[in-house]
């Protein structure tokens, strides 16, 4: 229906910077939003970032003014700057979408989750 393939995971010393890129591709109607989020190990996974078809922003509390989202429409493409990174940033990072379906008289709701990115911050 509707796959995410995400990028830009990686190791990073403390300090250092990743750009996070996730592409929705399928039967896609029309997204209404898209964000991220991650689990980090023994922890329930969290929001991150996300961002509404509208422009609307919201950050946890943990990464503001050290993360960046943004999202190309016409690419169907969400990413996240992630600058000043610590050691407690270390997860698994998984790109979010929500949306309508193409292909049938009356577009069907979808929400997919991509296959999850590493991002591993140590020294």
């Known amino acids: 229906q509707v796959e995410l393939v995400e990028s830009g995971g990686g190791l990073v010393q403390p300090g250092g910077s990743l750009r996070l890129s996730c592409a929705a591709s399928?039967?896609?109607?029309?997204?209404?939003?898209m964000g991220w989020y991650r689990q980090a190990p023994g922890k329930q996974r969290e929001v991150v970032a996300r961002?509404?078809?509208?422009?609307?922003?919201e950050y946890a509390d943990s990464v503001k003014g050290r993360f960046t989202i943004s999202r190309a429409d016409t690419k169907n493409t969400v990413y996240l700057v992630m600058n000043s990174l610590k050691p407690e940033d270390t997860a698994v990072y998984y790109c979010?979408?929500?949306?309508?379906?193409?292909?049938?008289?009356?577009?069907?709701?979808?929400?997919?989750w991509g296959q999850g990115t590493q991002v591993t911050v140590s020294s």
């Open positions: 399928g039967n896609i109607f029309s997204i209404n939003g």
């Open positions: 979010n979408t929500a949306g309508y379906l193409s292909g049938e008289a009356v577009p069907r709701p979808f929400v997919s």
């Open positions: 961002i509404t078809s509208g422009g609307s922003i």
